[in-house]
């Protein structure tokens, strides 16, 4: 691998690039990179060989999975560009982009306007006080708008939108930009290199160009008193000067410039990577904040000289290779040979073949400045959100926020080879992606994998076969349900075997009484005269637990029941622990029976989260699946449903609130506890589980 020049601190930007899935992300990457010399072959999403698609199910599904990260130079500066998926089921990937960059560029389709992905991404970047801009892109396509576009932007995400620049044409006219801050109009070359011959602006332009160069003025000279008495006064303002006042405004959050272009052409990206490296914060711009290990905040300095801190944002598996582990290098300088502490996890990690990423590429360097973003491949210990850090003064980073799994399945392997690999198999998909998650169940024997969506576990199963050879089938996860007696009842269990020798012996009487729902099991004895010697009572308890974890309905454990030993006899020489423990569930399973019990079902709390237009349809779909709604509060032009439903009416429940609210609906769940399941599916659930046994 070649070797690659070196940017200081001061010269790197790093850029998430977040929007709704289509809406111009990896092209605006391919595309950068291709018209700043650092890639040699310009790249087709569709084709599947753009440069930040870099795995079989990208190319495969024709989109972003998983970020990915390629660099373009820009003068003397680098942009590190972090891909993002657009689609929500991979939202985990883009929390990690935002964590690390100090920018975001929000991508806009000029035909397809503000989407709910947008919006998704718009959120995230907003939880991190993100500075972003905006690009509105694919402005060659049929019905591109420039104006539809920045007004749904306006309106509904960032009032404080403003055009930097705008379009010359649109559709199949579309043949350059108008950069506001010079006046001057870009003719585009049609050769695909983004070059751009200046040019005055078009006459039926000026107007529009006029008034919007105004309104930005008017916007940067409110960042500086001096600015504002300057403008007011008729002074001319540089571009250097307007550029400066912007890069203010960004970092502030009170302005969010809006850029335009085509980036299938080339159309707008030269100009694009000019202004952004002018108004995004360096890698440097703010201060690291950290945990020491003796649990107390810490800032540390985003420069060379400081004490190195690095973020694991994104770990992957190649084969041939092994684990790869993307990372941002938050303080201090990381080089070749660097041994570093991962103070979570008490264990140290040599830096050894340094490189920093271009799509699937690697080019190797020798170190890393404060800020920059590097790959490394088979560290023995770190996983994403780890922090590797300078022995001499271990630190822990914030890691990404990463959205909780809301989707579940049951796996089991395809073949009795794949069984035996699943568990690790699964484990080391969770390491790449903390957003998927796997565990066994004792309780419903089966293996839960969680994740995003449907998409999102669909492509962790393909990947799963790929990498690692173990391919599984996929069925509903059963339901945890209970059992529980409502009436009282009481009862003899009698134990005796004889078989020459010493026999067996135990008999109780015992009473069993219902208790309040979650109030447990309660065990009491009420023995008198040594009916049973106290040495043997405990063994009655047992055997009433254990009998009871099988349950009598439907082989569900039975709870929330009080069971009472008040009677009985024992042999003198036959009695033994063993033989009252069987008598114990002997007479478990004989009461239970008769204290007239019932199934239980897992009710869930669930909030759901809907723009207001979305409740009708929304409370629609809960009053079938015979939800107790508990009420619903208006929150900025959305509508936060409460509601209480059986957990086993909520299967793919999440995929059912995207369908029905165009994707734009979330929810939340808690377990609140266990109800009477209706006669009519009681009756059916025990014909499963008689089914079943």
Known sequence: MAQARSFGTKQIRNVAVVGHGGSGKTTLIDAACFASGTTVRKGDVNAGTALTMTTPEETGHGMSMQLAVAHAVQGDSKINFIDTPGYMDFAGDTAAAVRVADCGVVTVGAATGVEVGTELAWSVCDRRSLPRVVFVS????????????LGELRESLAPGAIPVQLPIGEAAGFRGVVDLLTGK???????????????????????????????????????????????????????????????????????????????????????????LVAIAPHAGASEVEATSEEGEAVRLRATDDESASVLVFKTSAEPHVGELSLFRVCSGMVANGTELRNAARRVSERINHLAIPQGRDRVEVEALHAGDIGVVAKLKSTQTNDTLSAPANPVTLVGADFPEPDISIAVKGAARADDDKLGEALSKLHDEDPTFAAEFNPELRQTIARGLGELHLDVSFARMKRKYGVSVETEAPRIAYRETITAEAEGRGRFKKQTGGRGQFGDCWVRLRPRGRGEGYEFVSSIKGGVIPTKYVPSVDRGIQEAAAQGVVAGYPLVDFEAECYDGSYHSVDSSDIAFKVAGSYAFRTVAEEAKPVLLEPIVEITVTVPDEYVGDVMGDLNGRSARVLGMEPASGRTVVKAQVAEAELHRYASVLRSITQGRGTHRRKLLGYDAVPPMRAEKIKAEAAAEE
Not at 138 to 149: E, G, I, L, T, V
Request: aromatic share 6%; proline share 3%.
């Open 185 to 275: 109009a870009h003719l585009h070359q049609p050769d695909g290199s983004g070059k751009y011959l200046e040019a005055e602006v078009p006459d039926d332009l000026v107007d529009d160009v006029e008034e919007w160069a105004t309104e930005l003025m008017e916007t940067l000279a409110t960042t500086d008193e001096e600015l504002l008495d300057r403008y007011l006064e008729g002074d001319e303002i540089t571009v250097a000067e307007k550029l400066a006042a912007l890069a203010l405004a960004v970092a502030e959050g009170d302005a969010v410039p809006v850029f335009c272009g085509a980036a299938g052409q080339s159309y707008g990206v030269l100009e694009f990577m000019e202004r």
């Open 138 to 149: 694919m402005m060659d396509k049929m019905h591109a708008s420039f104006d539809r576009a």
